[in-house]
């Protein structure tokens, strides 16, 4: 690649098209020509260095304020309550479970299977000293899209057809400060996705140089390794998110629209052996997902993906066709842009007069237009980026169209990031083509796409920020989805968990009357009117909710917890034990039903529910406390002195238990080993006036006045 080739002329606009004659049969010349093609582009030339220095600023400056953010929306499930990330598990539970830490076999399992992102997550928790930070977190995505923007600078060079320096410039910083990428890069569940393109982008590099040392035949090894190092960034893109096995279809388009124009029959060589190839390795790779999901596709809900489920055929092609021409829109003016799209965010079209109908009609009519740009255009390069632009387009939105199977999402801000490559593509031709058909105006041109490069990056800057907290991102998408009840339900939740019990009571009840049978809204709700007083009112709420989703073990077991506070301890007992049911490992759920044996005098069964929380998870504070409290209170002090000893082994540094251990020796007259824990206590939490004076009372007893 001569991405800094020195251009040695500007050629007209009719020197540099060819007259006449079809894109498909028409011989390239290898002159001058060709080789100058993005000369008209007015952007200095720069040498190669400045351009990855260029490109690498751009990006930086774009998203580095996600840096200051905190985890958010999905990086709980898939970071912070993901098993897998943490050491203390072993490393081979990923390549069991799916990407958020749930068994592929289990039925609520997404069959998201990505073993090599939760790796790149555990590799960062191990370099933090095994410390969920998210800035470390943050920081890695940043540095990867950095490292892929740079990179697509060879992969735009090679798409344009090679030596185009600043047509690929051009798509590369488009590419660098897209708004589009802020969920990919300030998300951390985005990981995947940039992980993805990036083995993706080495993917087809690859295949690139497998392809040009065919034409040699000394070099037929060569070819072969590249060919093979194509297939493995392939799987390895893949197991880092489902798309990237696209690739494999953007090598054959590659392949194929290389063939067409080549008239030397040198050229052609080995063409039938690579596509061969691609074949069978795509298949083997599809046969191994298909194996790794044990047979089975995920579970959705009809408020996942609502088009999907529609009965009427209409509704569902109308309604597709709708979100594919938002898609685009969001592609060319990012600026309508939301956390999450599902739950009436986009409700259904369910008549032709409807007015949003003239949207895909747009959508494929401009699609249409460039599509017969292929045909009718004088120039065969300007027809082959057009296609392989779309076929990138396309190819790697395929597996989010719901044309191949059910997706578990309307609109997915990240899933654009792969395909906003085609897109950067058609966006530094067209520049190309302006510059060549109106040379008068090349300063305007360059001052428009420089004003459109910094308000894509102050856009890009200001929608990181939002992804930096909670609460940002949540209040942002009410201007933009204000029909989704997820929306509704992610702000009440955040306002519950900052204290603002009001707020938060009034998006839950908002939640619920845009999506009457959201069944988490009811459970949220639910604890927050029990946390009132409001009983009746919660165990209405909640019954409602277990009707609903009958396998919701949560809303059982906060059912429960209303109805042993209505005194309905059969009820509360039969609740607790349905999402025991339903959820056998449910530490919270072993505690809770102690609480209401304990309520009922039933020591000893209260003493296994509390057992059963503690080996479920053995840093269960509140139940091993409760054991050392009960059992001191029925005069089984040995056995709970033992049980003291045994949860100071998971928590050594948790005041209370050294505490309550204290109480039982001192009861057990075992001053000097009393007085050692009570210490111990007060320098854990030296407010604690409990913890002082019950160490005072003990060095009374000794007679120390």
Not at 278 to 300: E, I, K, N, S, Y
Not at 469 to 481: G, H, K
Request: aromatic share 12%; charged share 15%; glycine share 6%.
């Amino acid at each position: 690649m001569a991405l800094n080739a020195v251009m040695k002329s500007r050629k007209s606009s009719k020197q540099d098209e060819p007259s006449n004659g079809h894109w498909r049969k028409s011989k390239p010349k290898i002159s001058e020509v060709e080789e100058m093609w993005d000369d008209d582009i007015p952007v200095p030339n720069f040498p190669i260095w400045t351009s990855i220095i260029l490109i690498c600023c751009c990006a930086t400056i774009s998203f580095i304020p996600a840096l200051n953010g905190d985890f958010v929306f999905d990086d709980s499930e898939a970071v912070l309550n993901n098993e897998d990330v943490r050491t203390s598990t072993p490393v081979w539970n990923v390549f069991y479970n799916d990407y958020w830490g749930t068994r592929l076999s289990h039925p609520s399992s997404h069959k998201s299977y990505r073993p090599l992102t939760v790796l790149s997550f555990r590799l960062n928790y191990w370099l933090s000293g095994g410390i969920l930070i998210a800035r470390s977190f943050k920081l890695a995505n940043l540095l990867l899209h950095i490292v892929i923007s740079v990179i697509s600078l060879s992969l735009f060079d090679r798409l344009f057809g090679g030596n185009c320096p600043k047509a690929s410039l051009l798509a590369s910083l488009l590419f660098a400060v897209h708004p589009i990428h802020c969920e990919a890069v300030a998300g951390i569940v985005g990981r995947a996705d940039l992980l993805c393109a990036l083995f993706f982008f080495l993917a087809f590099l690859s295949y690139c140089k497998s392809v040009d040392s065919s034409l040699h035949s000394y070099r037929i090894f060569s070819s072969v390794i590249w060919l093979d190092l194509t297939m493995i960034f392939t799987m390895v893109s893949m197991l880092c998110k489902e798309q990237g096995i696209t690739v494999l279809g953007l090598c054959s388009v590659y392949d194929l629209v290389n063939l067409w124009q080549e008239q030397e029959p040198k050229k052609r060589k080995g063409v039938v052996m690579r596509h061969i190839a691609l074949a069978m390795w795509g298949a083997v790779l599809l046969l191994g997902r298909w194996v790794v999901m044990g047979g089975q596709v995920p579970t959705f809900q009809p408020v996942d993906n609502p088009a999907s489920f529609a009965d009427s055929f209409f509704t569902r092609v109308v309604s597709f066709n709708y979100i594919y021409a938002l898609n685009f829109w969001l592609l060319l003016c990012p600026d309508w842009l939301c956390f999450d799209w599902a739950m009436g965010c986009i409700p259904l079209i369910t008549s032709p007069l409807d007015l949003r109908v003239m949207a895909p009609i747009i959508f494929w009519v401009g699609m249409t237009l460039l599509g017969l740009r292929l045909f009718y255009t004088s120039s065969t390069k300007s027809a082959r980026i057009i296609f392989l632009a779309l076929a990138l387009l396309v190819g790697t939105f395929l597996p989010a169209s719901n044309l191949l199977f059910r997706v578990g999402f309307v609109i997915a801000e990240r899933v654009l990031y792969l395909p906003s490559t085609g897109f950067c593509m058609l966006i530094a031709l067209g520049v190309r083509q302006l510059s060549t058909l109106s040379p008068e105006y090349h300063q305007t041109i360059r001052s428009s796409f420089m004003m459109l490069l910094v308000t894509m990056a102050l856009k890009s800057c200001q929608r990181s920020k939002e992804w930096g907290t909670e609460q940002e991102l949540f209040r942002s998408a009410l201007a933009v989805c204000p029909l989704n009840a997820k929306v509704h339900y992610n702000v009440a939740k955040n306002a519950a968990d900052l204290g603002d019990k009001q707020l938060a009571l009034e998006e839950y009840t908002i939640a619920l009357k845009l999506h009457p049978e959201y069944e988490q809204a009811m459970n949220n709700l639910g604890n927050l009117l029990r946390d009132g007083g409001h009983l009746n009112e919660a165990e209405s709420l909640l019954t409602q909710a277990v009707t609903i989703r009958p396998n919701f073990a949560a809303a059982w077991m906060n059912l429960g917890i209303v109805q042993a506070g209505l005194k309905k301890y059969q009820d509360a007992e039969e609740s607790y034990m349905t999402a025991l049911q339903h959820r056998p490992k449910y530490p919270d759920c072993y505690y809770n039903l102690g609480n209401l044996y304990l309520e009922q005098g039933r020591h000893d069964d209260a003493y296994e529910a509390w057992r059963n929380a503690t080996e479920l998870k053995p840093t269960h504070v509140v139940a091993w406390s409760n054991m050392v409290i009960m059992l001191d209170s029925i005069g089984r002090r040995q056995v709970a002195e033992q049980v003291g000893r045994e949860a100071l082994t998971h928590l050594p540094n948790e005041a209370g238990l050294h505490f309550n251990l204290a109480n039982t020796l001192g009861k057990l007259k075992q001053f000097a080993k009393a007085e050692r824990h009570f210490l111990k206590a007060t320098a854990l939490d030296p407010d604690n006036a409990k913890y002082h004076a019950n160490l005072g009372m003990c060095i009374f007893i000794k007679n120390r006045y």
